[in-house]
């Protein structure tokens, strides 16, 4: 009899283009969104970011905003409406994902849809509630919420149910979760709003102070990405950049090195390893050594800065791994943990 069903359904979707029932996870990002839908894998990859038109249209969202950032006229507003993890700007980010949505060929106001949503390890109740209010404004009938370094182990593939800890470190654009994890569940876990935004911003700002130079934010996360290092001895580079001179208005150019970008990020590495260690010293001594046996594991776009890894080793005298996948792990995870709830029920939130 569900064999039937499931040919009636699926006949139903293709003759009249509506989606009866379908399971998703969205990893919302503050630097990119990634939805996941159960049975294809990952359908969207694309940046947070939306272009508004006279306060109503929408022009353009994901790369074809971004692009746009800084460079629209007046009446266009380019927004990026996730800050720090967290929904900044809720109309925005409705529209958004419901742009997102039809550029993934979904169409989900009717049927039976089940959600799973990818969340900062410390959100306010407040902040949890906006993400389940979008959700079922898109369509979902029934929203589930996981935390990100959950989803990020179980997409990487930690073995979270095995009475051993675990820790992840994942650095996204907006915030650096860390959790241990053991049992199924996690026994210890941190947040901070320190991530890959403020790489880029403490890139800005330096080159504002030493050179009196405003430089895009998109500049500033391209020399993050060229040339920056957690690691300035092992990589030796150079970069021209352009912007607005403060003291003329004209434009100028300028040439950084990897050492300037390490002199202006590094108080801000300094702070995800120090909260690393929080986590570390509040970890009971079982669950410690297990993780001095395991490794620690880094996920999130944020941690392919150049020779982070390396850097957080010397400093927690503990083995650092970045997964081979840090960008999409956690909504792998996400994805994962729905496709198979019976065994990863206890991991939702």
């Not at 509506?18 to 894998?41: F, P, Q, R, S, W």
């Not at 209010?133 to 589930?144: F, P, R, S, Y």
């Not at 300028?254 to 929080?278: F, G, K, L, N």
Request: charged share 25%; with cysteine.
């Amino acid at each position: 009899m569900m064999g039937l069903l499931d040919r009636i359904r699926e006949w139903f979707e293709s003759l009249f283009g509506v989606v009866l029932k379908v399971d998703m996870a969205i990893d919302l990002g503050t630097a990119n969104t990634l939805i996941y839908l159960v049975g294809e894998g990952i359908v969207l990859n694309e940046p947070s970011f939306i272009a508004i038109e006279n306060k109503s249209e929408v022009v353009a969202v994901g790369r074809e905003a971004k692009v746009m950032w800084g460079r629209s006229p007046k009446h266009i507003d380019v927004i990026n409406p996730i800050n720090d993890g967290v929904i900044d700007h809720y109309d925005a980010t409705y529209f958004m994902l419901r742009n997102f949505f039809n550029k993934a060929g979904l169409k989900l106001k009717t049927g039976k849809v089940r959600m799973v949503m990818c969340i900062p390890s410390k959100v306010t109740q407040v902040e949890k509630s906006a993400v389940v209010d979008i959700a079922h404004e898109l369509g979902a009938k029934e929203v589930l919420l996981i935390d990100e370094p959950m989803a990020a182990a179980i997409g990487a593939g930690i073995p979270i149910h095995e009475p051993r800890g675990n820790m992840v470190v994942d650095i996204g654009g907006g915030t650096t979760d860390i959790a241990v994890i053991s049992m199924g569940g996690i026994s210890v876990k941190d947040s901070i709003r320190v991530a890959g935004n403020e790489l880029d911003e403490a890139i800005r700002n330096y080159v504002r102070d030493k050179y009196n130079l405003l430089i895009g934010w998109s500049d500033a996360e391209n020399v993050k990405i060229s040339i920056g290092s957690a690691t300035p001895e092992e990589r030796k580079g150079r970069m021209v950049v352009g912007g607005r001179d403060l003291a003329s208005g004209t434009p100028k150019e300028v040439e950084i090195t990897s050492e300037e970008v390490w002199e202006a990020v590094s108080p801000y590495v300094e702070t995800m390893v120090d909260a690393v260690r929080r986590v570390l010293d509040i970890t009971t001594p079982e669950l410690v050594s297990d993780i001095a046996k395991n490794g620690v594991y880094l996920t999130g776009g944020g941690s392919l800065l150049h020779g982070l890894d390396r850097f957080m080793e010397r400093k927690i005298k503990v083995k650092v791994v970045r997964v081979s996948n840090p960008l999409e792990v956690v909504v792998l995870g996400a994805g994962k943990a729905l496709e198979e709830y019976d065994n990863y029920r206890n991991a939702f939130v």
